[in-house]
């Protein structure tokens, strides 16, 4: 059963601003929660409502879902270290957890309990990479500079000045959170929050460290190297794991992203993983046939111009394109030839002389036989094999 449209879900429009869609999603969340909502498909709906959420909260998620669809978000969360995924930075969508906390408390269904937070992982990062088209295509090794937070060297993370501890928090007794009772249309409730004091930790620093002042962390800018991979595209996710954002309480730390942009060549293009190259030649070198030097990512090359090549006419040179990421070999390099018709302004009189003395000796081209040859579109497609 094919996916429902995540705009419908929530009810919104396209064009709907951050704020909108988070109104809706509340709205929402109040209107079908399993313990208001008694329908048998109570479950369903919420699943559904959140999954929507979940992705049109988020920037970079919405941005992949409006141009891709279910397809574009699908399965896009961890694994891989190479290609597109969600965008990063410190921080990702707002934790579903919070907005039922902000609406119903958080002892009504979907609290995280009475419990201290645990461990929490740290946040990824995302730098990016502009490179030329050749390291693209042949791969590389880059200098980066990242900026993170690292844990105090002085206090080793605790946030207490070192020979002192920090002390459980008076405010919730060390649990981390606070309870209160709350009234609601619905009746009374219990109400349990994180600690606004010890932000959930059940401790508290007296005597901050002179070095994070009380944080446990502090800024550092590294300089760090990455492999680019020969045969990278614009756009190449490249995850540098455990590089991001240090967790914390003991969390493990997040992953640095290194997003790849890849500056455009005057002479090649790309298209998978073939190089193309438009190869300008005069007339008499596509009559008589020719041996022309070519430029290519390996160097200089000579190229055989069969006699009678026609203009569009596309050439193939195997094994001198763009290596294949996943996998051994390389693409091919495709040569679009195209024949230069010289103006007469261009030519001196004994060149117009030997044009007119040729043009006495052909027969006028009929008008069938304009398509003798095909198009360019059916040599491209020839050249491709397709």
Not at 33 to 42: L, M, N, Q, V
Not at 274 to 291: C, K, M, R, T, Y
Not at 329 to 337: A, E, F, K, N, S
């Amino acid at each position: 059963m094919a996916k429902r449209d995540y705009y419908d879900i929530l009810g919104v429009s396209r064009s709907a601003s951050a704020e909108e869609i988070k109104r809706a999603y509340r709205k929402l969340v109040k209107q079908y929660h399993p313990d208001i909502y008694k329908g048998e498909d109570a479950d369903s709906r919420i699943k559904e409502i959140n999954e929507a959420y979940e992705v049109l909260g988020d920037p970079q998620k919405r941005a992949r879902y409006d141009r891709y669809g279910h397809a574009g978000v699908s399965g896009a969360a961890g694994a891989g270290g190479y290609g597109p995924g969600p965008g990063y930075g410190g921080g990702g969508f707002t934790d579903i957890g919070d907005i039922f906390e902000e609406i119903f408390g958080a002892g009504f269904g979907f609290g995280r309990g009475g419990r201290r937070q645990g461990p929490a992982r740290g946040a990824d990062i995302r730098v990016d990479l502009t490179i030329e088209f050749e390291e693209a295509v042949m791969g590389t090794e880059k200098e980066i500079e990242v900026t993170r937070h690292e844990t105090c060297p002085r206090c080793h993370g605790t946030g207490a000045e070192p020979g002192t501890q920090p002390m459980r928090c008076p405010t919730c007794n060390g649990a981390g959170q606070v309870r209160q009772r709350q009234q609601t249309i619905f009746g009374t409730f219990v109400n349990v929050s994180t600690c606004p004091r010890c932000k959930g930790t059940g401790e508290v620093v007296t005597t901050p460290c002179r070095e994070c002042h009380g944080a446990g962390q502090v800024e550092v800018t590294r300089r760090l190297r990455v492999k680019i991979p020969a045969g990278v595209q614009d756009g190449t996710r490249i995850r540098l794991p455990g590089e991001g954002e240090p967790g914390k309480r003991g969390g493990q730390p997040g992953n640095l992203y290194v997003f790849i942009s890849v500056k455009p060549h005057k002479l090649f293009k790309r298209m998978d993983d073939d190089i193309l190259l438009e190869l300008p030649i005069n007339i008499a070198q596509a009559v008589l046939g020719a041996e022309v030097e070519i430029p290519t990512l390996d160097g200089p090359k000579l190229v055989k111009i069969p006699a009678g090549t026609q203009p569009g006419k596309v050439l193939r040179l195997r094994g001198l394109g763009v290596p294949h990421l996943r996998g051994s070999g390389r693409g091919d390099m495709l040569i679009t030839v195209d024949v230069h018709i010289p103006k007469q302004s261009e030519l001196n009189e004994e060149q117009k002389e030997l044009f007119y003395r040729l043009a006495e000796t052909l027969e006028p081209m009929p008008v069938e036989s304009r398509n003798e040859h095909g198009g360019f579109f059916e040599r491209m497609r020839e050249a491709l094999g397709l």
